[in-house]
């Protein structure tokens, strides 16, 4: 009888530690401090994964969840999973900033973006912009405003107790 993980043919299997039952799904292994899945057939997962109608990834080595942000190379993007491991997407707080994940493939936004009838700006970060901002459109740059909720504004505003026009077409700051 086997118990624990085991390596099987190149595979990795968990079998309790008591009964020695196969055992698929979510495990937490806590020798080694790490949630992975196991498939229906028993063997450990690694990657992105769909499960139950969720996007997990899974390290490519060691096969623990990941949470928080993660690269996926292959894929050319940055995601954010959550504590529970689940991809999240459209807006989110984190670490007291304001991200926006494509509600398709959960990419992170970076640069300019229009969402919801509003122009947003995120840095390289992903963290969206807010106040006075230089932006290049047309390979020439041009100074806008983000508000608190992270729209750009036209027309005349009072910012601060000052006076400014915005360009009512692109947001441009007038002198």
């Known amino acids: 009888m086997l118990y624990g993980q085991q390596k099987i043919d190149g595979h990795w299997y968990y079998f309790d530690p008591v009964t020695g039952a196969m055992q698929t799904g979510f495990v937490y292994i806590a020798d080694q401090n790490k949630t992975v899945y196991y498939g229906s057939n028993g063997q450990m997962l690694y990657?992105?994964?769909?499960?139950?109608?969720?996007?997990?990834?899974?390290?490519?080595f060691n096969g623990?969840?990941?949470?928080g942000f993660v690269y996926i190379a292959d894929q050319d993007k940055t995601v954010y999973y959550?504590?529970?491991g689940q991809m999240l997407y459209g807006w989110q707080r984190i670490n007291n900033h304001t991200y926006y994940f494509d509600t398709f493939n959960g990419a992170m936004t970076t640069g300019e973006r229009y969402i919801n009838g509003h122009w947003y700006l995120f840095d390289e970060q992903?963290?969206?912009q807010?106040?006075?901002q230089t932006v290049m459109e047309n390979g020439k740059a041009k100074t806008v405003y983000y508000n608190q909720d992270g729209w750009m504004l036209y027309g005349?505003?009072?910012i601060d107790?000052?006076?400014y026009y915005f360009n009512t077409f692109n947001g441009a700051l007038k002198n």
Do not use: E, L, P, V
């Not at 623990?64 to 949470?67: D, F, G, L, V």
């Open 47 to 60: 990657g992105q994964q769909k499960i139950d109608g969720h996007w997990y990834y899974f390290d490519t």
């Open 64 to 67: 623990a969840m990941q949470t």
């Open 82 to 84: 959550s504590n529970n």
């Open 126 to 128: 992903g963290i969206m």
């Open 130 to 132: 807010r106040g006075f």
């Open 156 to 158: 005349w505003q009072t």
């Open 161 to 163: 107790g000052k006076k």
